[in-house]
């Protein structure tokens, strides 16, 4: 068990509509990764927070934007949902930026956007 | 660019071996990753590689050749539970970012 927990687990939204999703990181683990996961694709990185700041992004529009709290907890935000940010939301934490650092998967919110 | 190639669909037999390939052309290489991904689940960390050479961790091993820019996951003695897709992804830096990029993963069919 990694102990990134994430929610939702599923959720159905309308194109146009906002959605929030949740992903609290494993104790002691101070870097947070979004990923965007397409049926049938790889992750796609979307950006990565570190002690509260969002220190790189990935080839995302302003809509996806994100949180980190200082207890490393942290929020995506999507405005104007669209039907191709139909996906599995995939959170990762690690322990660091260091160069044997692991990132542990949450287990994913299952967005639906119809 | 970054850009990770692995074959899409793999088919292996019960107790037999297989060997996945990954081939990467990235920028800022700091280790590559092999995960396991089962149907609606979260990845799971496999192996990790970041000198040239061959990681060993019981039925699975990892090998690493930086200068050819390529990877490979061995399964040993396969269980049908092994049938699940497989992800290679490469850690780059830039910036102050560690990120992984990934493959488009490889679907592995364990028959009996």
Redo the contacts between chains.
């Keep these: 068990e990694?102990g990134v927990t994430q929610s939702p687990t599923h959720l159905i939204k309308t194109r146009g509509q906002q959605v929030t999703l949740r992903c609290s990181s494993q104790s002691g683990h101070n870097?947070v990764?979004w990923?965007q996961q397409a049926l049938?694709?790889?992750?796609?990185?979307i950006f990565?927070y570190?002690r509260e700041e969002e220190?790189?992004r990935?080839n995302f529009p302003p809509r996806f934007s994100g949180l980190q709290f200082p207890n490393y907890s942290s929020e995506l935000n999507v405005n104007a949902l669209e039907l191709d940010d139909s996906a599995?939301y995939?959170c990762?934490s690690?322990p660091g930026?260091g160069?044997?650092?692991?990132?542990?998967?949450?287990?994913?919110t299952?967005l639906t956007v119809v | 660019g970054q850009n990770i190639d692995q074959p899409t669909e793999m088919t292996a037999t019960e107790g037999a071996i297989v060997q996945i390939n990954c081939t990467y052309q990235t920028s800022g290489f700091n280790g590559l990753f092999w995960y396991q991904q089962h149907a609606g689940e979260a990845p799971t960390f496999l192996s990790y590689n970041v000198l040239d050479g061959l990681e060993e961790k019981g039925r699975f091993s990892s090998f690493l050749s930086r200068s050819k820019g390529y990877s490979y996951l061995l399964l040993k003695e396969l269980q049908m539970k092994d049938s699940a897709s497989y992800l290679c992804a490469v850690r780059v830096y830039g910036g102050a970012t560690n990120k992984l990029i990934f493959g488009t993963g490889t679907l592995l069919a364990v028959q009996p």
């Design positions: 990694t870097t990764s990923y049938g694709q790889g992750p796609q990185f990565q570190y220190n790189g990935g599995l995939l990762a690690s930026q160069e044997n650092t692991e990132a542990f998967f949450g287990q994913g299952r």
